[in-house]
């Protein structure tokens, strides 16, 4: 099988998600088919993987024959329900879950998708090209106050306004990535740029409340001892997915029964936080920012 895109973290996700090698298993985020390639390889005759990406291309250029998985070219925001809707005893009877967020190095790396500082393209960004909104809308349409809210939260800008405030002013001059890194050739680091082009892109594709659903859903999904391994990229996702397995509720707010138990519905023992190793990292570097957090569902 050719990559597009080295499958992050594979060995540690392989060995932490699958425990029963019979069982059901969901790639929500199949972007060029490394962990579930990884997977199908792992799991018997029997085993199921089920395969999302919001990507339509992901999906064509990369899949995989394998009569054990079923492909779903959807949103895993909706996971639940196309579950539901596509076999109704899958929900609670899920093995192992895992979500390798962000974007594809084919997205990256495909100039007209304007994902990358790397080309000077049309700013698109979208990851599902059947949505209306890019980032070129987003610069041209977004207040001044609408976008000081997604650079302070999605770019982790600490005084978003001087950003904003040039972007309003120019707006009709910026229609290319390379229009908006001239815009800021002062600022012309690469992690300036990066938190820019961060934060433009989680606003287009709503990247967090998308994973914030998934998080919730994925109670529901999983049968009792099931895994979650999420890989987040910036600390913004990492912290949201820490508070979710410590808690079970996007709050992060760890309530307890009358006993004192944790009433959180993941097991802390199996919690746990992975990083790249180095030699993962000098051969991939865009594993460099990736932490993958594992927990399980308890039993009871
Ligand atoms: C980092 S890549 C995954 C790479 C994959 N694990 C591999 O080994 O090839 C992320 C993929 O997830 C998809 N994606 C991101 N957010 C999504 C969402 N909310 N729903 C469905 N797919 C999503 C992207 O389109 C992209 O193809």
């Not at 069982?23 to 199949?30: A, E, L, N, R, S």
């Not at 997205?107 to 049309?122: A, C, Y």
């Not at 005084?159 to 290319?176: A, E, G, H, Y």
Request: proline letters at 2%; one cysteine or more.
């Amino acid at each position: 099988m050719k990559y597009f895109h080295i499958p992050v973290l594979l060995s540690e996700v392989l060995e932490n998600l699958i425990k029963d090698i019979n069982g059901i298993y969901i790639d929500t985020t199949f972007g060029s088919g490394g962990h579930s390639f990884g997977i199908l390889n792992k799991i018997s005759n029997q085993g199921k993987l089920f395969a999302f990406d919001q990507d339509q291309f992901a999906i064509i250029k990369n899949k995989i024959c394998d009569k054990r998985i079923r492909f779903f070219n959807e949103n895993f925001r909706n996971i639940q329900k196309i579950l539901k809707a596509y076999k109704n005893n899958i929900l609670k009877n899920v093995s192992g879950i895992i979500a390798d967020l962000g974007v594809s190095s084919y997205q990256i790396d495909t100039p007209q998708r304007g994902f990358s500082i790397r080309f000077n393209k049309i700013l698109d960004m979208r990851m599902d090209l059947s949505k209306q909104k890019s980032a070129l809308n987003i610069i041209k349409n977004y207040s001044f106050e609408k976008l000081n809210k997604i650079f302070k939260k999605y770019g982790e800008f600490k005084n978003p306004q001087r950003i904003s405030r040039k972007i309003v002013l120019n707006s009709k001059f910026i229609n290319t990535t390379l229009d908006l890194v001239n815009l800021f050739k002062r600022n012309n680091n690469r992690k300036f740029l990066s938190r820019l082009f961060q934060a433009l892109r989680i606003e287009v594709n709503d990247e967090i409340n998308a994973l914030k659903k998934l998080l919730k859903q994925s109670i529901n999904i999983l049968k009792p001892g099931g895994r979650l391994a999420i890989i987040s990229y910036h600390s913004l996702e990492d912290r949201l997915v820490k508070n979710f397995f410590k808690s079970g509720n996007i709050q992060g707010i760890i309530k307890y029964d009358k006993k004192g138990k944790n009433l959180s519905p993941f097991n802390k023992k199996y919690t746990k936080r992975i990083f790249p190793t180095k030699e993962e990292i000098t051969k991939n570097n865009r594993a460099r920012s990736a932490i993958l957090r594992i927990t399980q569902k308890k039993v009871c």
